[in-house]
């Protein structure tokens, strides 16, 4: 059973991380179907029905996403809002399309793991997404987090700082040593080391 990815990069040509998991996703065809949002609608005009239909098709989805101003991407929140209707994905009558299902996320923050902590915990960012998840009645697997990285950024030739933009060999490293540990995560977001689940998390609030 394939897996679906919904990538959610406003610049993913310019990336590093999210370009090179992709890289990565797409050796495994059998594996994962790629949906980027960005590609699909660059009006960001969105097929509602087109959108609810693939999601439905699908029992597993993961979110892969960077944070933005503590925030998921524009993008993303507007995709939850128009796809995710009254009388589909919940409401009396709905049935909730998407309750059973099962969802995790793939984040990536600017802050160092050492500093994600308190207001600035990466789990009180997403926070918003495991209590959408709740109501929906979809089961959260969890997120896999990739911290550091505007401390792994180079400076661009003219100076200036370029997050995900110019990479050397240390750029590079710092990207590989996520490659194979997201693929593992992916497999099984519950057994993850890294993953923390919705019941757990909000147990502590």
Known sequence: ????VIVVHPNLKQSVVHKRLIQELNKR???????????????EKIDVKREQELIESFDRVVFQF???WFNVPSFLKKWMDEVLTYNWAYGRSSGYKLGGKKVALAVSAGI???????DYALEKIIHPLFLTFDYLRIVYQGHYPIYGVASNAIASTDG????????DDTTLAYVEEYVTDYM?????????????????????L
Not at 29 to 43: G, M, N, Q, T
Not at 112 to 118: K, V
């Open 66 to 68: 960077p944070i933005y």
């Open 184 to 204: 593992t995560f992916l497999e099984n977001p519950e057994k993850h080391k890294t993953a923390e689940t919705s019941d757990t998390y909000l147990s502590t």
């Open 29 to 43: 065809p059998d594996k994962f179907k790629i949906h980027d949002l960005y590609a699909s609608y660059p009006d």
């Open 112 to 118: 160092d793991q050492e500093s994600a902590t308190g």
């Open 1 to 4: 059973m394939q897996i679906l």
């Open 160 to 167: 200036t700082f370029a997050l995900e933009r110019t990479v």
